[in-house]
């Protein structure tokens, strides 16, 4: 492999390319100091014979294993837009994705392996979706031989940014052990008594309708009507590529197609294939096709194709559409569904583990390596709970993070109820939410351990306790005497796509901050898609929010009746008043609680104030509805949390807070037999939360493995989760290869553990000496010790620098050391982060004010310098030849030179140098700033000589 680079115009690039070389096209802006590694596709063939298979001598197929305990087989391979770049050329919606008619063409060949003529059925359930970047790979699984000769097909995927999740099943039916007979003839041609149908906008035409065709794919060339039949004549485009290996060239066999999509409606919905019947193949690789279609009385079409000469070549006895929309193509597009699920894990040892609170330590000078703290809530209603709960913890977790007596000592947070429980308190369950996020900020102080209500943590008895801690998990909660924590998992599907929807057309749907951003585009969505004809859309400035009068609009134009009230759901009052006010005729039926501000900061700039401002409108207001609708005829209560609630989000632990509230209500209304969901959404892309963010916080959250994810994907994903039975579906994306990151750099969070491989297990044996580890790496002060006190200073330095620049996702060269962190863009929730890598980095423990406590990132490395190296011997004093001395001269940075008060003395020197140089010329004496080391260097040594 090589890297071949080609500096001349794009229009010639293609001449001087390299055969088989892979284009890549560069910025056209300047180039950045950053590091792009070229993606080559993955090879789809080769041999594989050695490992127990045999090759599938098809385009899309790599190679078949036979079933080793029945007739059947397992034919694999991987499409991609690399590998196949042809595939790029039809899109859908504006989504690329692989034809139906290619997975007709794998079921045809994978019946080929096993010696099936046809296909009697294939079913299309889902699209498979194909990435800008890398593939999928494919499984089409052959059953064994039934009594009638047929066999079981499915045709599987699974992407390459979810090699650890389950296959996604896109199609599945039966194949024929006979093929049709080919009775049927189209040598005449033109068809006789046909009437010629414009095919010159064709591809224009159906572009408008949300057909992305592109050359690949646009094979018609003529077209004819003959009552309510259609003919047509299709070639296979060049950028087609080869149709040998084919039976059928998919881009050939789908451009057959489009005759049909010219009689629909221009307003109808964008088709695509749904289910194939009777399908037999009677030759193959052809290069033109002659086309018969005839619509069936049931429905669908029956399809006759021949080859140029009018020979037959596929029969297909009925074909059956069905409508697809953006957002269920978004569907496929990677991202996923998790739950949260609760698993046992074992128990450890811990150091010793007391109950004392710490406020009652006085100035003891033994300090327990860990302190429980009983944080239970009170009272019986969550709902007035909830505030002492959350300002009670969060005074507590002020107060620890600001005794420097425990700054090596983890706090153990003891509540009731708050999770995996059957009597879950919403308000127990904020108390988690705080400490979540201030374990985010504080990496290794909080440990929460969740116990059944009526147990004290006295109970468990210290021994248990230490145990517990011992696990090393941030978060367990106690059942029965076993020890559980939290991992996310992919959710459980649905047995079938035929769970009804939760919109009752003649109700009522409120949608709390439903004249904005989310709540207005779910307001769309559960018309346009869910039939919702009544909405009433609830926000603080309702009527007077800008946009209003447009939504109200299209609500309209999907068939909607749409009311805008302004109203405060955080008042209870306000609230009850509102519902009264909706008619008998339409009664509440469904509830979309989308309501939610921020106010974001680090946990020791929290105040009740603002812990408040945040529950108001998220908690509050959800607690609410809970209790004013429950006699209610509600189907629908769908409450929209945030994956913050369960992960913890340095800065944002109000936040975090009210989502964890609002998982826990969800669990609170199903105990008590009440329809409920919380969405636990991850990062909106441009809207919601995310609208609000910049891009380091985005970035940031890259890095975390949890990228934005589109409008339509959102919409897409809440679909999907309404027809799942999870009573908190989490709806995000993963980078997964940013988790196995993690994972093998050791700092993934256990909550992800269950979602990347574990790592592999240790050699043992003989072969253990061949791969023992390497001796444990140098300490940063041990390898500050031996260098110099310049090369000390650069090092921490650059140290400084590197991780300034990872926080602000830049070019270390770029970080002027002595600017601002403020003017650098570094904001709180920035310094945290920048605390924490250089906790990581060097080993000390750093307060939350580091960033604040100095003026620019000079000046931080100056302290750090000083914390890691106050006692290192200087280096010893040598004498400098001319040599030693210029290499001297240049590490030091000039301004090292002014602030160790030495610049005036070297100007001096430097003058009266130059000045002997220049004959005593004063008119050139240099300017120390403007002179190179050699110059300052040779002025140093001739002034010496002079004295």
């Given at each position: 492999?090589g ?7 794009p229009r010639w ?7 088989g ?7 056209t802006y300047a180039?950045q ?5 070229l ?14 298979q ?6 899309l ?13 397992v034919?694999?391979g991987?499409?991609?837009l690399a590998?196949?770049?042809?595939l ?29 003529a046809?296909?009697e ?7 498979l ?9 494919l ?10 000769g047929?066999?079981s ?5 699974r992407?390459d ?6 296959w996604?099943?896109?199609a ?8 049709q ?18 095919t010159?906008?064709v591809?224009g035409?159906?572009l ?34 080869r149709t ?7 881009a ?7 005759v ?7 307003s ?12 037999s193949?009677?030759a193959s690789a052809?290069?033109?096709l ?9 429905g669908?079409?029956?399809?006759q194709v ?11 006895g ?6 697809v ?9 990677g991202?996923?569904l ?5 698993v046992?894990?074992?128990a450890?040892?811990a150091?010793?583990v007391?109950s ?33 709960a959350?300002?009670?913890i ?6 620890w ?12 947070v003891v ?19 705080v400490?979540?996020s ?6 290794g102080?909080?440990?929460?351990v ?18 517990i801690?011992?696990?090393g ?10 020890v ?12 079938s ?20 951003g989310?709540?207005a585009a779910f307001?769309r ?24 009068d447009?939504?109200?609009?299209d609500l ?7 009311t805008?009230?302004a109203c405060d759901?955080?008042?209870?009052a306000a ?7 909706i ?22 700039a ?7 401002t ?15 609708t429950?006699?209610?005829?509600v189907t629908?209560f ?11 989000a ?15 209500l969800?669990a ?11 969405l ?6 441009g809207?919601?939360m995310g ?9 940031r ?17 809440f679909d999907?989760a309404?027809?799942t ?13 940013v988790?196995?990151?993690?994972a ?5 969070p256990?909550?992800?553990?269950e ?17 023992a580890?390497e001796?444990e ?13 310049a ?17 602000r ?9 002595g ?9 709180s ?5 920048l ?17 604040f406590?100095?003026?620019n990132p000079?000046g931080?490395?100056?302290f750090?310098?000083?914390e890691?190296?106050?006692e ?6 040598a004498?400098?030849?001319e ?32 000045q002997?140089?220049?004959?005593q ?6 300017d120390?700033?403007?002179?190179s080391v050699d110059?300052?260097?040779r ?6 000589e002079?004295?």
């Open positions: 492999a890297l071949h680079v080609a500096g001349v115009e690039a293609e001449y001087f390319a390299p055969a070389a892979h284009r890549v096209d560069l910025p180039f100091r950053r590091r792009f590694w993606d080559l596709p993955a090879a789809t063939t080769g041999s594989v014979s050695g490992i127990g045999s090759p599938a001598e098809h385009p197929l790599s190679a078949v294993l036979p079933s080793p305990d029945s007739d059947g087989a034919l694999t991987y499409v991609s590998t196949h770049p042809w790029a050329d039809h899109a859908v919606a504006g989504t690329v994705l692989l034809p139906g008619t290619a997975f007709v063409e794998l079921a045809v060949r994978a019946g080929d392996q096993v010696r099936c046809g296909v059925e294939l079913t299309l359930h889902a699209p979706i194909l990435p800008a970047r890398g593939g999928a790979a499984q089409v699984v052959v059953g064994a031989s039934e009594a009638t047929r066999r097909v499915k045709v599987y995927s992407g940014d979810q090699p650890d999740t389950a996604m099943l896109h599945d039916g039966f194949l024929a052990a006979r093929a007979e080919a009775s049927f003839s189209l040598t005449e041609w033109p068809p006789p008594g046909a009437t010629a149908v414009d010159a906008d591809y035409l159906l408008g309708r949300g057909y992305g065709y592109g050359p690949a794919f646009q094979g018609l060339t003529a077209a004819w009507r003959r009552g309510d039949e259609l003919f047509a004549e299709v070639v296979l485009p060049e950028e087609a590529g040998d290996r084919f039976g059928v060239h998919p050939l066999l789908d451009a057959a197609l489009h049909d999509l010219i009689d629909e409606p221009e109808g919905a964008t088709m695509l294939p749904f289910s194939w019947s009777d399908v193949l009677h052809p290069t033109a002659r086309v018969r279609v005839a619509p069936l009385e049931g669908g079409i029956a399809l021949a080859d140029g000469a009018g020979s037959p070549v596929v029969t297909v009925s074909l059956v559409d069905r409508p929309s953006a957002q269920q193509l978004s569907a496929g597009r991202t996923s998790y739950r949260t699920e609760w046992p894990v074992p450890g040892t150091p010793p007391t004392t609170g710490w406020e009652s330590r006085g100035d003891t000078a033994t300090v327990p390596p860990v302190v429980v703290h009983d944080r239970a809530t009170a009272g019986t209603d969550p709902g007035s709970a909830v505030r002492s959350v300002h009670g969060l005074e507590d977790v002020q107060s993070l600001a005794d420097e007596r425990f700054a090596d000592s983890r706090l153990a509540t009731r109820n708050a999770v995996a429980s059957t009597a879950t308190d919403p308000a127990a369950a904020a108390v988690w939410g400490v979540r201030a374990e985010a900020e504080n990496a102080r909080f440990v929460l969740d116990v059944d209500a009526g147990t004290a943590a006295d109970a468990l008895g210290a021994a248990e306790l230490a145990a801690i011992g696990s998990e941030p978060e367990v909660a106690v059942r029965d005497g076993a559980l924590a939290p991992r996310l998992v992919a959710a459980r599907r649905p047995e796509d035929d769970r009804p929807t939760p919109i009752d057309p003649d109700g009522t749907v409120l949608i709390t901050g439903g004249t904005s989310l709540g307001a969505h559960l018309a346009a898609e869910h039939g919702a004809r009544r909405l009433l859309l609830v926000s603080r400035r309702g009527p007077a929010a800008a946009g209003v447009e939504l109200v609009a309209a134009g999907y068939g909607a009746q749409a805008v009230e759901a955080g008042d209870r609230l009850e008043k509102l519902l009264a006010a008619p008998d005729a339409h009664p509440l039926t469904g509830v979309v609680h989308a309501a939610g501000v921020l106010d974001d900061g680090v946990i020791g929290l105040t009740p104030e603002r812990m408040d945040v529950l108001r409108p998220k908690a509050d207001a959800a607690w609410h509805l809970h209790e004013l429950a006699a209610l005829p629908l769908v409450t929209f949390s945030s994956v913050a609630g369960t992960m913890g340095p800065g944002q632990a109000n936040y975090a807070a009210a989502n964890a509230f609002l998982d826990a969800a609170h209304r199903r105990e008590r037999g009440l329809p409920a969901q919380s636990m959404w991850g990062l909106w892309g809207l919601g609208s609000t963010l910049s891009e380091i916080d985005l970035e959250m890259r890095q975390q493995g949890l990228p934005a994810f589109s409008v339509e994907e959102g919409l897409a994903m999907a309404l027809a039975d999870e009573t908190v579906p989490g709806l995000l994306r993963l980078d997964l290869d988790l196995r990151g993690q093998a750099a050791g700092t993934l256990p909550l992800l553990r979602l990347v491989p574990l790592p592999a297990r240790r050699v043992s044996g003989p072969a253990a000496a061949a791969t580890p001796p790496e140098a300490t940063l002060v041990d390898r500050l010790a031996p260098l110099s006190a090369e000390r200073e650069r090092a921490v330095t650059d140290l400084v620098r590197v991780q300034v620049a990872e926080v996702h830049d070019d270390p060269d770029g970080i002027d050391m600017k601002g962190f403020t003017d650098l863009g570094l904001d929730l920035a310094a945290i982060e605390r924490n890598r250089l906790s990581t980095a060097t080993g000390l423990r750093l307060p939350a004010t580091l960033m406590d100095y003026a000079l931080l490395a100056k750090l310098l000083a890691l190296a106050p290192l011997p200087e280096e010893p004093h004498d400098l030849d040599q030693d001395l210029r290499r001297t001269l240049d590490a030091i940075p000039l301004t090292a030179i002014r602030d160790a008060g030495l610049l005036d003395a070297l100007l001096a020197l430097a003058g009266n140098g130059t002997q140089q220049a004959g010329d004063a008119g050139q004496e240099q120390i700033t403007a002179m110059d300052l260097v002025a140093a040594l001739a002034a010496g002079s004295n």
